[in-house]
Nanobody, 117 residues
Framework: QVQLVESGGGLVQPGGSLRVSCAAS????????MGWYRQAPGKQRELVAT???????NYADSVKGRFTISRDNAKNTVYLQMNSLKPEDTAVYYC???????????WGQGTQDTVSS
């Protein structure tokens, strides 16, 4: 059974930092492109960052230079380090797995990150 379990969300002041994690199980993690997406109230879900099995990175322009995606294949976990947070970063952050050989991705349940003073 596939599971993607996000953790690490919370409330932080503008300019602060958060790190969210996504622990994966039920598929070959090292062969999956992992990603973080977010959805703010009233908006569509959008790409934040992705990391391929070889470590190729991709970021949304809005987070470049502030967010860092990484993965630990030994722990089947993908991370998103978020620095210099802004109120507009407030959203539910979702972990996504695109697994080699599978048409549909897997999604986590999401974790709420709120940036507010």
């Amino acid at each position: 059974q596939v599971q993607l379990v996000e953790s690490g969300g919370g409330l932080v002041q503008p300019g602060g930092s958060l790190r969210v994690s996504c622990a994966a199980s039920g598929f070959i993690f090292s062969l999956a492109t992992m990603g973080w997406y977010r959805q703010a109230p009233g908006k569509q879900r959008e790409l934040v960052a992705t990391i391929t099995p070889r470590g190729t990175l991709n970021y949304a322009d809005s987070v470049k230079g502030r967010f860092t995606i990484s993965r630990d294949n030994a722990k089947n976990t993908v991370y998103l380090q978020m620095n210099s947070l802004k109120p507009e970063d407030t959203a539910v952050y979702y972990c996504k797995a695109d697994v080699f050989g599978r048409q549909s991705p897997y999604w986590g349940q999401g974790t709420q990150d709120t940036v507010s003073s």
